[in-house]
Structure formats: C-alpha cells, structure tokens
C-alpha cells in the first residue's frame, strides 16, 4: 500500500484555523488580550433567555487611564518621530561604537551590548 499524494506534500504543516480543525477546535479572536498584556477574560457573557444576548459585567470591563487632554496637547512630546528626522553621525558613534568593515555583525553586538547580571551569578562571582 503506497501513502496518499496529500500525505508526502506539504499541505498538512499549513497554520490551523478553525475552518482546518476539528468540530471542537476555537482559536478565537483574541477580544480579550491587552496590547502587551495579560489575558483579562471576556468582558461580559452570554445570555440564553432575554432581551439583550450579551451582557456586559462591570467588574470585567477594561478601563484604560490616560492623563487629562489638556496636558496631552500641552506636552512638547509628538506622537511619532518622522523619517526625515536627521541623525548624526556623533549619535550613531555613541550609539553603536565604531562599525566593522561587514557592519553589524553579531560578535560585535555582544560586545556593546549590555550585561545583565543576575544576584546569582554576582554571588558565585564574589564567593
């Protein structure tokens, strides 16, 4: 018995979506995640009798604060940074030290880029 075509191809490593999947299968649409964030849940629920078919829960809703208006258009802070923005070669150096001949590469990147030592590491390097 030879495998089937569709067996040998690549079609079966494609994304899963819920048209792919099983009956069962729900990948969602990721309403309840904060940019950056944790998941914080749905914020309401669904209601099987009643007028309305969807409730929202007070104690779920997200609440986002932001400083008053007023201070926001006050503030010498812009919103993006324009491309035409010019940037000195002083910046540049102070930025990424001198370049080697291929650019960046990765071994020069390990040597300017931070350190970040943990208390574990500072403890077996004083002992």
Known sequence: MFPTLACLSKASR???????GNKDYYK??????????HRTGAPGKHV??????????DEKVRVF???PIEEIQNSSLKPYVSTTVP?????????????PRGGLTPEHYYKIAPRVV?????SSQAS
């Open 118 to 122: 943990t208390e574990a590491a500072q």
């Open 65 to 67: 604060v932001a400083p």
């Open 14 to 20: 494609r994304a899963l979506t819920p048209k792919r």
């Open 48 to 57: 099987v009798r009643g007028k309305a078919k969807y409730r929202l829960v």
């Open 28 to 37: 969602g649409t990721r309403q309840a995640f904060l940019p950056g964030g």
């Open 87 to 99: 940037v000195s070669r002083q910046f540049n150096k102070e930025l990424y030290g001198k370049l």
